[in-house]
């Protein structure tokens, strides 16, 4: 497989279950990101790991928790989540790119979490 | 802090039409400029990109100059087709924040549709 897969595509969970988001890597890229979408809204930065380590949480709530056991996976555990936590949830990668410059991300296609 | 502003959506137009979405920024220093594209059900992909001021970014079709003097990275077509709907994202990157980790900072998106 090539670039980022993201699994499960779909997921409906109720407000008390744990799930996980999975994303895996094949590019090679030293960081990765997870991004919320949802309608009407910018996308949102949740979490950024850089070679492993988390180096940016951006105040998201204490039921997501993100894990990166090595630079090519990334997962997003999920407990105790609302409804108005219903979204496209997005995993990105990233390297540097020529001569040091920042290439872009490439995105996963994402999974749409409904919670009920 | 980094912003990013688009012209707001939806954009209709008929097919072999002639395209522009608008999007300005703020940011300090000097980012890297982006444009990326999700296509219904899919996560977002990189369309194209500019890293300093007066590069053209184009791919497909469409261009974008990166215009450090009006702080702008407009996106044009010369004639959209029907695959071309899709909702078009501007963004920028944020400096680099550990090590080889980069944010992009997005804009809210236009959704263009083209009719046949």
């Known amino acids: 497989e090539t670039g980022v897969t993201q699994t499960p595509r779909h997921l409906v969970m109720g407000m008390t279950n744990k799930k996980s988001l999975k994303c895996e890597q094949h590019l090679g890229h030293n960081a990765m990101y997870w991004y919320k979408q949802s309608a009407k809204k910018p996308l949102e930065l949740m979490f950024v790991y850089s070679l492993e380590e988390r180096v940016e949480n951006n105040s998201v709530p204490s039921r997501f928790s993100p894990e990166c056991p090595n630079s090519s996976h990334l997962f997003l555990h999920l407990h105790t989540l609302q409804p108005e936590d219903s979204a496209l949830y997005l995993c990105?990668?990233?390297?540097?790119?020529?001569?040091?410059?920042?290439?872009?991300?490439?995105f996963g296609s994402g999974t749409r979490l409904t919670v009920v | 802090g980094n912003s990013v502003t688009q012209m707001e959506g939806p954009v209709t137009l008929s097919e072999e039409a002639f395209l522009t979405i608008n999007c300005t920024y703020t940011?300090?220093?000097?980012?890297?400029l982006f444009w990326y594209v999700q296509y219904p059900g899919e996560g977002l992909q990189l369309l194209l990109k500019?890293?300093?001021?007066?590069d053209k970014g184009s791919n497909k079709g469409f261009e974008a100059t990166y215009r450090k003097e009006t702080t702008s990275f407009h996106l044009e077509k010369g004639s959209v087709q029907v695959s071309d709907s899709a909702v078009y994202f501007c963004?920028?990157?944020?400096?680099?924040?550990?090590?080889?980790?980069?944010?992009?900072?997005f804009g809210k998106g236009t959704k263009l549709s083209v009719i046949p």
């Open positions: 940011a300090t220093g000097y980012p890297s």
């Open positions: 963004a920028l990157s944020d400096p680099p924040s550990g090590a080889g980790s980069y944010q992009l900072t």
């Open positions: 990105a990668s990233s390297h540097l790119g020529d001569r040091g410059r920042f290439g872009g991300y490439t």
């Open positions: 500019a890293t300093k001021a007066d």
